[in-house]
């Protein structure tokens, strides 16, 4: 049985990249993009008539354009508050942006995941994201700090790392 990780952040931290980092070195995980997940569930049937989408594609390349209306059908969707994420994990090794906190603490009451990272690269980027689309915090005792705020290899040389421990 394959670990269930989560990967947090704020918007543009590397946490996809991360993720595929670790795929890489460790062929067994699995993942897909959350937003893409829960784009077709949730969020293409209404913004697609509200921005004239004519595919998810299309609604999820525009997503930044649009992050708090996101979080709001996503939050919508996601009841009982862990429901996203059992989702996500009944197919995929790893939760990538997970964003809201009462649905991380309702996941923490699951005991659906084994490991959490954090991915930080705010000091290289300088976004926070405003807490109305993302607002949980990190909390050393239950994450692995990754800083990403230097140059990309560093980040593969974490990744790598950890791919061999999980």
Not at 135 to 141: A, E, S, T
Request: overall charge negative.
């Amino acid at each position: 049985m394959s670990k269930k990780i989560l990967l947090l952040g704020h918007s543009n931290s590397g946490k996809d990249q991360f993720a595929e980092y670790l795929v890489k070195y460790n062929p067994s995980l699995s993942f897909e993009s959350s937003s893409l997940f829960v784009c077709e569930k949730a969020v293409f049937p209404t913004l697609s008539a509200k921005y004239g989408y004519s595919t998810i594609d299309e609604c999820y390349e525009d997503r930044r354009n649009h992050r708090v209306e996101w979080a709001d059908l996503i939050s919508a969707y996601n009841n009982p508050k862990h429901k996203l994420a059992s989702e996500i994990l009944a197919e995929h090794d790893m939760y990538v942006g997970l964003r809201k906190n009462d649905e991380y603490l309702a996941c923490m009451e699951q005991n659906l995941f084994d490991t959490i990272f954090w991915v930080d690269a705010t000091k290289r980027t300088g976004q926070f994201e405003g807490r109305d689309s993302f607002d949980i915090d990190f909390d050393p005792k239950k994450m692995i700090w990754i800083d990403n705020n230097s140059i990309l290899w560093r980040l593969e040389e974490k990744a790598k790392y950890w791919a061999t421990i999980l």
